[in-house]
Structure formats: C-alpha cells, structure tokens
C-alpha cells in the first residue's frame, strides 16, 4: 500500500490534481488502481506542498534534469509561483519564473501541461474572479421557491432498510474498491457517502474515481443501489460544479424519483418512522485556514481577490451550515415526528484534530476538539436525533455515547436549550484514504473518548478501511448499526462493533 498525499488547502490540492491528471495521461495509468501516486512530478509537487506548507521556499537544485526529485520539487514551486504570479498581474516574477523553467531539460513540455491544468482548475473556481460558489437554496427561486419540499427526495425507504454507509472514498484504488465490495455483499437498499472526492473533485475525478469506481462495483456485484452523496471540502476546491453534474446526471439513482436535487437531502422511510437528513459542510468548510499564512509567506501573493467572501485568507473559526440550509434542517426536524439520523462530512468533535477554537474565559462553551458553531446549531434537536454520523477525519471512531465536553454547564431538555447533548456522534471517514500507524490517528490529543476495543486494526503498519451497515427495522423499533473492516484490499467484512440506534 502506498500513501495517498492529499491536502486540505485548496490550492495545493488543485496543484496535486493537475500532476496527477498529466502523469496519468503521459505513462497510461490505468485509472481503474485509482488516483496515481508514485512519479517523479507528483513526488516533487509534495515536496514542494510541505516545504511550502512549513513557510519554506525549495533550493534551487544542482540539477537541471527535471526527472530528479531534487529539480521536480523546484520545477513544482516554479510553476505554481509563475501562475499565482501571472493571477495577480506581477510581470517580474512571472518573467523571473519563466526564465528559470527554461533552464530544465526533459521536462518543460509535461510541466507546461501541468502548469495549463493548473490554471483551468484554478479559475473553476468562481471566487477567484468575484462569482459565487454553485449552492441550490430552497428558498431561490431558481430552485426550490421557497418550498421546505425541495431537497426532499420523492422515494422512500423501505421501513427495513438495509443501508451501507461509506466515507472520503473518492480515491479509486483498490482498497475503496474492495470496501464497496464488501458492502453491496450486504445487498443495501441505498448508500450513504459523507463525501470527498480526490485530489480536488475535478470532472476527471468524478467521472474515474467516484463514478467508475462505483459502476465497476455495482457491475461485479450485480446490484446497483441508488447513491446520495455530501460534498465534503475537497469537491469545493473546483467550485463544486463536477459534483452538481454528478447529480443532475441521474447517474447515482436507478429511477428518476429517486433524484438528489441539492448539496443536502431528506430520506424518509415508508412507514415515517425514520428520517434521514445530510446536511452541506464543504460550502463554508472548504477554505479554512490551513496553514495559509507560512503558504503566503514561502509564495508571496497567492490569491488575486482579497475582497471576496470566499476568500481562504479570511476564513470562518469553524465550519458551519449556511442559514438558509439551517432554518431548512431545523423545519424538518421540528416537524417530524420519528427519528432522525444525521450525515454531514465534517466533524461535529475530534479528540486528534483541533475542529473549534479554544476557551477565551472561564465558562466559555469553546473547545478545540469540539465545533461548537454546528452543537449550537443543531443541538436544540438532539432529543430527536438518534446520531450524527461524518467524515473528513479518514478514521473510524465510535465515540462514548452521550459525549459532554468537561466543563459545560448540566444538560437539560429545555426546548431550545443549544447544548443538548449528542445520543451517538460517529466518525466513519475510513473508507479508502491509506493511514499508517506513524499518524497516530487514535492519539487523544483533546479529551474526547472512544468506546475501548473499537480501533480498527492494522496490516503492515497500514490502519485497515471499511463501513458500516445500518439496518432499520420499523417503527418503534431501534435501528441496528455494524461497523466493519477489511483487511488490506481482501473485501471479506470483519466487523469491530455492533449496536443498537434508538
């Protein structure tokens, strides 16, 4: 198994997929192994990525050979500094770029295409030149009107359904593609994904290592689902618009009824007894700051319009849930009288990741570990949510139930009390991104426990992948969630944990 390098700074993410793109073009890669990882360009452009991301600059190689790693990851800053350069109008640095590129042998013409792939993915996304980021709002009239129907998907679950949940699988490799084996032996009614399609949800992307993964799966499995899907940060970093393709196109649904219309959606069950509801974090959780500060300082000037609202130099604290999708959730959720489960892609709390900020003052609600934007958001409905399932965190982590960061005031069950504490939060963002035992994935940096003895395994120093199989069974009784792992890329289901969803 080989590490999938990916990043949550959206444009080195952009960099990572025009590499990837023309390495795939130049050697055949075989799109059915997934996103390539293994070439002089890709080494070099994260090599680059992390001396950048550290707030260096690399050193001008002894070599001008660019199949040497030494020069790739020089070649990589060059080109990324000579189109950021060319964004922003400096003549001289794009002049003092282009003349150290003409120096390399054996290189330019596949780091010019790059450099093309670079530019078109960068300005796919409409922030950059003062637009505004494809969203499908219930209250536009383009779209919904005003309706609380919209988003509302026509079908129904059957009151039993089997249902495969899945996460961050965008990757195409072997390993997701034994993951998605290992479900649809389960025969689901539907599968869930919490999002996140790799490096940077380009329509090549989409179309090889999410739709192709998924159609050679349901072909060897003789079964084919229906799919809805989240965007998670990384389907953002191109706008989002291969992602709303990838809807409209009916190709993730078997009949039409069965069509998601938006970035969030509403499942229901034949007999109302359940209520499923995915919500859009990747449209104010894509351009956090993320490390953006020492970036600026090893490029200089990296973006070419400071004053838009989707700026990554001005990023929210915290991911969130845009209002109008909000008051969208809370209609649902007061209205409906079953259960509800929620699915959203980034994490509501994390004991590895910071995901809040931290306490300014005694008796401040704010942790680092936990988002406290999206509990106050959707805590005043905890009573009716029998979980909250997500990804971005590529991990399996079945938090203690009922989970109450130290120091916050005693539960209650006022009405529109905002600190309502969480039946069962769950992260199931394992589903295909190789983590290896030097990350610690299971550090607990922040004091957020997981239920002992729910720790995937590994294979060879490489954390094992997988996804849950939750099965519901009526109204008034519980639901019934499984959570497995798959050894390597051998898709036999090994399950960690079961329990019951009330």
Not at 21 to 37: L, R
Not at 195 to 215: A, M, P, R
């Given at each position: 198994?080989?590490?999938?390098?990916?990043?949550?700074?959206?444009?080195?993410?952009?960099?990572?997929?025009?590499?990837?793109?023309?390495?795939?073009?130049?050697?055949?890669?075989?799109?059915?192994?997934?996103?390539?990882?293994?070439?002089?360009?890709?080494?070099?452009?994260?090599?680059?990525?992390?001396?950048?991301?550290?707030?260096?600059?690399?050193?001008?190689?002894?070599?001008?050979?660019?199949?040497?790693?030494?020069?790739?990851?020089?070649?990589?800053?060059?080109?990324?500094?000579?189109?950021?350069?060319?964004?922003?109008?400096?003549?001289?640095?794009?002049?003092?770029?282009?003349?150290?590129?003409?120096?390399?042998?054996?290189?330019?013409?596949?780091?010019?295409?790059?450099?093309?792939?670079?530019?078109?993915?960068?300005w796919s996304y409409p922030g950059h030149s003062g637009g505004k980021l494809d969203y499908r709002s219930w209250r536009d009239p383009k779209y919904g009107g005003g309706s609380y129907d919209y988003g509302c998907v026509s079908w129904q679950l059957p009151s039993n359904a089997t249902i495969a949940l899945i996460g961050d699988i965008g990757t195409g490799t072997d390993v997701a593609a034994a993951v998605l084996a290992s479900a649809l032996s389960f025969?689901?009614?539907?599968?869930?994904?919490?999002?996140?399609?790799?490096?940077?949800?380009?329509?090549?992307?989409?179309?090889?290592?999410?739709?192709?993964?998924?159609?050679?799966?349901?072909?060897?499995?003789?079964?084919?689902?229906?799919?809805?899907?989240?965007?998670?940060?990384?389907?953002?970093?191109?706008?989002?618009?291969?992602?709303?393709?990838?809807?409209?196109?009916?190709?993730?649904?078997?009949?039409?009824?069965?069509?998601?219309?938006?970035?969030?959606?509403?499942?229901?069950?034949?007999?109302?007894a359940w209520q499923i509801l995915g919500m859009d974090t990747g449209y104010h959780g894509h351009?956090?700051?993320?490390?953006?500060?020492?970036?600026?300082?090893?490029?200089?000037?990296?973006?070419?319009?400071?004053s838009d609202a989707y700026d990554p130099q001005n990023p929210p604290l915290m991911v969130y849930v845009r209002p109008d999708e909000m008051d969208w959730h809370r209609h649902h959720l007061s209205q409906f009288s079953g259960r509800t489960l929620l699915f959203g892609h980034h994490q509501l709390y994390s004991g590895r990741f910071a995901v809040g900020v931290p306490s300014d003052y005694e008796g401040d609600i704010n942790r680092p570990g936990v988002n406290t934007a999206l509990w106050q958001a959707f805590g005043p409905y905890f009573d009716k949510v029998a979980a909250w399932f997500w990804g971005h965190e590529h991990n399996l982590c079945i938090f203690e139930d009922n989970f109450r960061p130290i120091g916050w005031p005693p539960n209650n069950s006022e009405p529109d009390n905002p600190l309502k504490t969480l039946a069962k939060g769950r992260c199931i963002g394992h589903s295909a991104i190789p983590v290896q035992q030097k990350e610690t994935p299971y550090e607990e940096v922040y004091p957020v426990p997981i239920i002992p003895g729910t720790h995937l395994q590994m294979v060879e120093q490489w954390y094992n992948r997988g996804f849950e199989i939750l099965k519901l069974k009526g109204a008034g009784q519980p639901a019934h969630c499984s959570y497995y792992q798959i050894a390597g890329a051998d898709p036999a289901p090994l399950k960690i944990y079961s329990e019951d969803i009330r």
């Open positions: 198994m080989q590490p999938i390098v990916n990043y949550e700074n959206a444009d080195l993410a952009r960099l990572k997929s025009a590499a990837a793109s023309v390495v795939s073009k130049m050697t055949d890669h075989d799109p059915s192994q997934g996103v390539p990882v293994a070439h002089p360009m890709l080494e070099g452009v994260d090599a680059y990525a992390h001396k950048a991301l550290a707030g260096k600059a690399p050193e001008i190689p002894t070599t001008r050979n660019a199949s040497d790693s030494e020069a790739a990851e020089y070649l990589a800053y060059l080109t990324h500094h000579k189109a950021h350069a060319i964004f922003c109008g400096n003549k001289k640095i794009e002049s003092q770029m282009q003349t150290q590129l003409d120096n390399f042998t054996f290189g330019n013409p596949a780091w010019q295409q790059m450099f093309d792939e670079y530019v078109k993915y960068f025969k689901p009614d539907v599968i869930l994904h919490v999002g996140d399609v790799y490096y940077s949800g380009t329509e090549q992307e989409f179309d090889t290592y999410f739709l192709g993964l998924l159609n050679v799966a349901f072909t060897a499995a003789g079964h084919r689902p229906p799919v809805y899907t989240l965007p998670g940060n990384h389907e953002y970093f191109c706008g989002a618009f291969p992602y709303f393709r990838c809807l409209d196109e009916g190709r993730l649904v078997t009949h039409p009824s069965q069509q998601q219309q938006a970035s969030y959606f509403r499942l229901t069950t034949e007999d109302g351009y956090l700051k993320v490390a953006g500060d020492k970036l600026d300082e090893a490029l200089g000037v990296l973006h070419v319009n400071p």
